[in-house]
């Protein structure tokens, strides 16, 4: 006769339809009554068992087992639901759409609980042939969060995503500057065009594309006041952006910018233009009034671009902003000082990102060692 098994060690039976033994043991009662239970299965007893006890040493370290149906998929779809409050409607936009088209397509059946670091890493390898470095930091970032958020639910023991890096991936479209020809040439195609006056307070100030959208008459001083010790010349005050709660990038990037002559010339001419269309809100708007969007921009700018003799495909409005760094580094202006008017918070980004002219030749060091050794 087979001994009955102990008090709390649970029950051990044949599943028909799964064609399995399953152990199953109480651990507790939810408020309603109703039984908490876990289990194991094996194809044997034996294996049930030790399935069962490794459940329950989960159980006693606080880990929890994700639901057998839990997978990637779901996680996923639930960080986009509920994780992405507070984002603006562009980035949830982005954000949903690699995920719909990479990470749900070819990771989303899999069992979360059966995902491995090899998964992962095979994953990003393959995509690495298609997709630039940019994009896969991005792909691995979402499904590290995703990760993240369902760990903090007790769907998944530990989230393997963290243990792989990111390989590089196809080159990327590089950023550009303009010459200062191309600049001047630039200039000159956009006079009488709906953005002259964004293109020139663009490329004369480096304010970024999203700050120059959102600014406002009351955020434009075009006079100054030449009376002040010192004096104040006419500025824009480059406070919001069109990032969700009118934030800037950065708290760096909220500042104050003096104007060159050309910028307030352009802009006095803009408003007026404006006070007879009966605009006198917002400074860059659409023919109707309405606020520019990216794809505004874009277009008009590619079509003064053309007119310029630039290959509009090879040029954005963003490489205004990196020409401004690069033609002022070219006429001999401080890294530092530069960085400032960017708003950036150090000197790192401005080189390595903005700075695409070649530094000038430095002749301190040589000049000191010929009049140290003379020369040969």
């Known amino acids: 006769m087979t001994a009955r098994r102990g008090r709390g060690e649970g029950s051990l039976y044949w599943d028909e ?35 069962l006890k490794e459940v329950l040493r989960d159980h006693e370290d606080g880990l929890a087992i ?9 996680a996923v779809r639930d960080w986009l639901d509920y994780g992405l409050t507070g984002r603006a409607a562009n980035t949830v936009s982005k954000i949903r759409n690699l995920c719909e088209g990479h990470v749900i397509p070819d990771l989303g059946a899999r069992k ?44 998944v023991k530990r989230n393997v995503v963290v243990l792989c890096g990111v390989p590089t991936g196809q080159p990327g479209r ?13 200039l000159e195609a956009a006079t009488g065009s709906q953005l002259h006056a964004y293109i020139v307070v663009s490329l004369l100030t480096g304010a970024r594309t999203e700050e120059l959208r959102a600014l406002r008459w009351s955020h434009v001083d075009l006079v100054g006041q030449v009376d002040a010790d010192p004096p104040v010349p006419p500025s824009i005050q480059v ?75 090879e040029w954005t409005p963003r490489e205004l902003r990196h020409s401004f760094v690069s033609l002022l580094s070219s006429g001999g202006m401080r890294i530092e000082d530069i960085a400032d008017l960017m708003g950036h ?17 430095i002749l301190g060091g040589a000049v000191a060692m010929d009049e140290l050794f003379g020369k040969v």
């Open 112 to 155: 979360l609980r059966d995902l491995s670091a090899a998964d992962v890493d095979r994953w990003l390898a393959a995509k690495a042939k298609l997709l630039s470095t940019s994009t896969l930091q991005n792909l691995h970032n979402y499904l590290n969060r995703a990760v993240t958020r369902a760990m903090a639910r007790d769907k």
């Open 345 to 361: 918070a150090g000197t790192r980004v401005t080189e390595a990102v903005y700075r695409h002219q070649l530094r000038p030749v």
């Open 17 to 51: 339809r799964r064609q399995r033994y399953i152990a199953e043991v109480t651990i507790g009662y939810t408020p309603a009554g109703k039984r908490i239970t876990r289990k194991g299965s094996g194809k044997t007893k034996t294996e049930a068992r030790n399935k």
């Open 174 to 186: 590089p950023s550009k500057s303009l010459t200062l020809d191309q600049a001047k040439a630039l």
């Open 66 to 74: 994700a639901p057998v149906n839990f997978t990637v998929g779901d």
């Open 239 to 313: 406070w919001r952006s069109v990032r969700a709660g009118g934030d800037t990038k950065t708290k760096k990037s909220r500042r104050t910018l003096a104007m060159p002559a050309r910028c307030v010339t352009v802009l006095c001419q803009h408003r007026e233009r404006q006070s007879r269309a009966g605009n006198d809100d917002l400074v860059f708007a659409t023919s109707s009034g309405a606020e520019l969007d990216a794809a505004n921009v874009r277009r008009g700018f590619r079509a003064v671009a053309r007119k310029a003799d630039l290959d509009a495909a």
